[in-house]
C-alpha cells in the first residue's frame, strides 16, 4: 500500500516536472488567449512593457533593425522622450517587430527575444541598435555577429545558439509583422500613442521630438 | 557661362519654370527621405548625422531647375535635339529614386509587391543612396556644361543667321 502510495507520488511529482519543462520550452508560443492590447493594436507578441506600467501614455513603435530611419529616431527623438515622458512614469514603450527590410532582420528580431529568455531584451535590443552600419544585409547582423552581440552582454551562449538556429521565435515575429500590416503600417518607424481614455494617435517615420511632446501633452 | 544664364533666364517663362522644378524637386526629395513630414502636423527637421544628405537633396534641386529649363529653352526657342533633356530628367529621376527606396511607404510597396527582388532593389537604392545622388549630381553638372556650351554656339549661329 504504502509502496504504490509513493509510486503514485513519484510519478506525479514526474508529471508535473515534464509539464513544466514543456511549458518552459515553449515560451514562444506566448498565451494568445491572454491577449495584451494597448487600443486596438495586439502587443502580446511584442517586447514587455518598459517603463511604468501604469503609465497613462503607451508608445508603441514598430520597428526593423536595419532600418536606418530607426536608427535616427533612436539615436535622435528616442532620449529625449525617455527623458521626458519614460523615466518620469507618465508614459511607457514597447516595441513590435516590422522586419521586412532584408533577410537578415527577422533573424535579427528573433534574436532579440531569445536575449529576452535570459532577461536581457533591452539590452540587446539597443546593442543592435547602437551597432546598425548603414548598409542593408551587409553582414553586420548575421548570425554569427547576432551571436557575438550576444556573447558581449554575456549571455549564456548554449542556450542563446540553440534559441536562435532553432527559429524558436520566428512565428513570434511573423505574427508581429501581420499585426503590423494590419493596422496598415506600410514602413518603419511607426508609432501608435496610446491615451489614457484609449484614443490613439499614429505617427509615420522618425518624426522630431516635437510632434511627439505636442500629442502627448494633448494626453496628459 | 553668365551670358547663356542671363540669355534663357531673360524670359520671364524660364524663370517661373526654374523656380515650380525646383520647388517640386526639393519638397518631393524632403518628403521622401523623411526630412519633412505632412501628418499629424507640417513639420521639418534635420536629424544629427544626415545634413550630408540633405545638402545632395538642395545640390540635385538647384540643378535639376537650372538644367531643364536650359535644354527646354533649347528644344523650343532653337529647335535642338532632346537628348540633353533626356540626360537632365534622367540625372533628376535616380538621384530622387535612391532616396525614394529605404524604410518608407514607397520601399514597403516595391518589397511588398515584389518580394525578395523588391527587396534586393530597395536594399541597393538604400545602401547606395549616397553614391547614386553624387552621381545623379555628376551627370547632372555634366548635362550643364554641354548644354551651356551647345547653347553658346548655337545662339552665335542663330544670331549669325
Redesign the interface.
Known amino acids: 500500500m504504502d509502496k504504490r502510495i509513493l509510486f503514485g507520488g513519484i510519478t506525479i511529482v514526474v508529471l508535473v516536472g515534464l509539464v513544466a519543462l514543456f511549458s518552459a520550452s515553449n515560451v514562444a508560443d506566448r498565451d494568445l488567449s491572454a491577449n495584451r492590447m494597448h487600443g486596438s493594436v495586439s502587443t502580446t507578441m511584442g517586447s514587455s512593457v518598459l517603463g511604468n506600467p501604469d503609465a497613462t501614455i503607451t508608445i508603441i513603435e514598430f520597428g526593423d533593425y536595419q532600418c536606418h530611419q530607426c536608427y535616427n529616431w533612436f539615436h535622435n527623438t528616442k532620449p529625449t522622450i525617455f527623458q521626458n515622458y519614460v523615466d518620469t512614469g507618465k508614459a511607457n514603450f514597447i516595441f513590435v517587430d516590422l522586419a521586412f527590410l532584408g533577410r537578415d532582420s527577422p533573424k535579427a528580431a528573433q534574436a532579440s527575444y531569445c536575449a529576452e529568455d535570459q532577461e536581457k531584451y533591452w539590452e540587446y535590443h539597443d546593442v543592435l541598435y547602437a551597432s546598425q552600419e548603414s548598409q542593408i544585409d551587409n553582414g553586420w547582423a548575421n548570425s554569427e555577429r547576432l551571436k557575438a552581440f550576444a556573447f558581449n552582454l554575456g549571455l549564456d551562449m548554449d542556450l542563446f545558439n540553440e534559441c536562435l538556429d532553432s527559429e524558436k521565435y520566428s512565428k513570434r515575429v511573423q505574427y508581429n509583422i501581420s499585426e503590423a500590416k494590419k493596422h496598415e503600417i506600410n514602413g518603419t518607424p511607426s508609432f501608435f500613442i496610446i491615451g489614457p481614455n484609449g484614443q490613439e494617435h499614429q505617427i509615420k517615420g522618425a518624426q522630431p521630438y516635437s510632434v511627439f511632446k505636442q500629442i502627448m501633452d494633448s494626453m496628459i | 557661362m553668365i551670358d547663356t544664364l542671363k540669355t534663357v533666364f531673360s524670359n520671364f517663362r524660364y524663370v517661373v519654370l526654374a523656380v515650380i522644378i525646383f520647388i517640386l524637386m526639393l519638397f518631393s526629395l524632403l518628403l521622401l527621405s523623411?526630412y519633412v513630414?505632412l501628418?499629424?502636423?507640417v513639420?521639418s527637421?534635420i536629424?544629427?548625422?544626415?545634413e550630408f544628405g540633405f545638402s545632395l537633396i538642395v545640390m540635385l534641386s538647384v540643378l535639376s531647375s537650372l538644367v531643364i529649363p536650359m535644354n527646354v529653352y533649347r528644344i523650343s526657342t532653337l529647335k535642338r535635339s532632346k537628348k540633353k533633356m533626356s540626360g537632365g530628367i534622367f540625372g533628376s529621376f535616380i538621384g530622387a529614386a535612391a532616396g525614394a527606396c529605404?524604410?518608407?511607404?514607397v520601399?514597403?510597396?516595391i518589397?511588398?509587391t515584389f518580394g525578395t527582388v523588391g527587396?534586393t532593389a530597395?536594399?541597393f537604392l538604400?545602401?547606395f543612396e549616397i553614391p547614386i545622388r553624387i552621381a545623379a549630381i555628376g551627370l547632372l553638372v555634366v548635362v550643364y556644361y554641354t548644354t551651356v556650351r551647345s547653347l553658346k554656339i548655337e545662339c552665335k549661329i542663330n544670331h549669325k543667321v
Open positions: 523623411e513630414f501628418e499629424p502636423y513639420v527637421h536629424p544629427d548625422g544626415t529605404s524604410c518608407g511607404p520601399g514597403f510597396a518589397i511588398s527587396a530597395s536594399s538604400t545602401n
